[in-house]
Structure formats: structure tokens, C-alpha cells
């Protein structure tokens, strides 16, 4: 089984950047698909991106296409979420979640173990 523990999570400036980062363990964490969800305040949980075992293959939420990126380091059981030219809109808690079949797909049902969230806030 495996455990998730976000980190990197902060206060910064519209226009400004911060990476997640996301830690498992668990011999099993090369097989999973990976993915990040995000719950702004007072709102339902979203997707945001997804990567497969792999690192080959990635999917993004079109609200973050192009200023956030998905990767993964298998060897450091880590996955990552590069976030650039942040907005306010962008204010959540993001969660990192684990897909043991390998989809990736952009739906909370698809993910069966979750990291507890690291709140990101991005001022105006």
C-alpha cells in the first residue's frame, strides 16, 4: 500500500511560482499513476493533472494548461507539480493521488489513496 505526504505548499504573489511536491512510500509507488486534485474554499475537489507510471504520458485540467507541469522522479518515489504564473484563482488545497491501475484519469473515483493536502494561496 501506498502512503502520500504533500509538501511545499505557501503564500505567494499573483504572477509568482511554488512546486509540490509529493512523497511515497511503498516498493509499489512505479506502478501507479499519479496524480494532483485541488479543493479551492468553499468549493468541490478538481483535477489538476495526472502522469502515468511511466512519466510518458501526462494530462491537464485546460484552467492550468501551460503554466503547470506534472513529473515524476520513480528512482525518489516523488512526484512533482511545477506551478508558474500563479493566480489567485489557482487558491486551493492541493492533494496528490495514487491510481494503482495506471489510468490517470481526470476523476476522484479512479484514485484509491490520498495525501492529507498542503494548502497553496496566491494573493492578488
Known amino acids: 500500500q501506498v502512503q502520500l505526504v504533500e509538501s511545499g505548499g505557501g503564500l505567494v504573489q499573483a504572477g509568482g511560482s511554488l512546486r509540490l511536491s509529493c512523497a511515497a512510500s511503498?516498493?509499489?509507488?512505479?506502478?501507479?499513476?499519479m496524480a494532483w486534485f485541488r479543493q479551492p474554499p468553499g468549493k468541490e475537489r478538481e483535477f489538476v493533472c495526472s502522469i502515468k507510471w511511466s512519466g510518458r504520458s501526462t494530462y491537464y485540467a485546460d484552467s492550468v494548461k501551460g503554466r503547470f507541469t506534472i513529473s515524476r522522479d520513480n528512482a525518489k518515489n516523488t512526484v512533482y507539480l511545477e506551478m508558474n504564473s500563479l493566480k489567485p484563482e489557482d487558491t486551493a488545497v492541493y492533494y496528490c493521488a495514487a491510481d494503482p491501475f495506471n489510468w490517470g484519469l481526470p476523476r476522484m473515483s479512479s484514485y484509491d489513496v490520498w495525501g492529507q493536502g498542503t494548502q497553496v494561496t496566491v494573493s492578488s
Open positions: 511503498g516498493r509499489t509507488f512505479s506502478s501507479y499513476a
